[in-house]
């Protein structure tokens, strides 16, 4: 029984990128797809593929290295609102990440979105990380 399975997400991809692992594989759920599809949209991933295997499934996630110098793109993973403290944000006070340069992924009434695209669709949410 995993008490918050976004912080083990974000844990597990953070850890992978330390050890300098290429691929990492992580039990799957309906917001997990999503954070990875947003990820994978602002480049941060390399690629990704969903295996329906077992009862819940499993996300491959491809990471994603600068070639010559190998820094990875994920410089941080930060998560933001806990199970014990929840953070929202309405669309005049939803976050800057770096100043612009990272993104805040929040969960929306209209789904997993952006900060950027959640601005757009002027929809605010709950914060669920920071990624720079």
């Known amino acids: 029984m995993n008490t918050d399975p976004i912080a083990d997400y ?12 290429r691929v990492v594989e992580i039990p799957a759920s309906n917001l997990k797809k999503e954070i990875t599809k947003v990820l994978f949209d602002k480049g941060y991933i390399a690629n990704y593929k969903f295996v329906e295997e077992g ?11 600068h070639p010559i110098s ?4 994920i410089r941080t993973l930060t998560r933001v609102s806990k199970p014990g403290l929840r953070k929202y944000a309405s669309v005049d006070s939803i976050p800057r990440v770096l100043n612009g340069l990272g993104i805040a992924i929040l969960s ?3 789904g997993v979105m952006s900060d950027k695209e959640a601005s757009v669709q002027n929809v605010g949410g709950e914060v669920l990380c920071y990624v720079y």
Not at 11 to 16: G, I, L, S, W
Not at 70 to 73: E, L, M, N, R, Y
């Open 70 to 73: 190998k820094v990875p793109a």
């Open 55 to 65: 009862p819940q499934g499993i996300i491959k996630i491809a990471l994603k290295y």
């Open 108 to 110: 929306t009434s209209k």
């Open 10 to 21: 974000l844990t597990r991809v953070r850890n992978a990128i330390k050890a300098n692992h």
